[in-house]
């Protein structure tokens, strides 16, 4: 079973830039993966997903200033975030299996630990 682990969460300044990683423990290439995140006292929402043949899709709240990417040989996903700002300080998940189900995007079932990432005004 797939195994993820985040990395790259941290403290930035308002309008900087962070760049998460999750690596996977085995394959995720046949599979649609997911950034989610929960800001403190809210639930956890999605935020990007990118498929099986590289097609990403973006939340409102991040488009413009998010990229979704995959490298599959490598067995990680990266979320590149740009021009943060506090509204984006939430613990940031990957998900394996993001699925359309029901007329929404519903997660897999494999999370990873979480990253936090903190943003100051």
């Known amino acids: 079973q797939v195994q993820l682990v985040e990395s790259g969460g941290g403290l930035v300044q308002s309008g900087g830039s962070l760049r998460l990683t999750c690596a996977a423990s085995?394959?995720?290439?046949?599979?649609?993966m997911g950034w989610y995140r929960q800001p403190p006292g809210k639930e956890r929402e999605r935020v990007a997903l990118?498929?099986?043949?590289?097609?990403?899709t973006y939340e409102d709240p991040v488009k413009g200033r998010f990229t979704i990417s995959r490298d599959n040989a490598k067995r990680t996903v990266a979320l590149e975030m740009n021009n943060l700002t506090p509204e984006d300080t939430a613990v940031y998940y990957c998900?394996?299996?993001?699925?359309?189900?029901?007329?929404?995007?519903?997660?897999?079932?494999?999370w990873g630990q979480g990253t936090q990432v903190t943003v100051s005004s």
């Open positions: 998900n394996a299996g993001v699925s359309w189900t029901g007329g929404t995007y519903g997660p897999g079932n494999v």
């Open positions: 990118i498929t099986f043949d590289d097609t990403a």
């Open positions: 085995g394959r995720i290439d046949m599979i649609t």
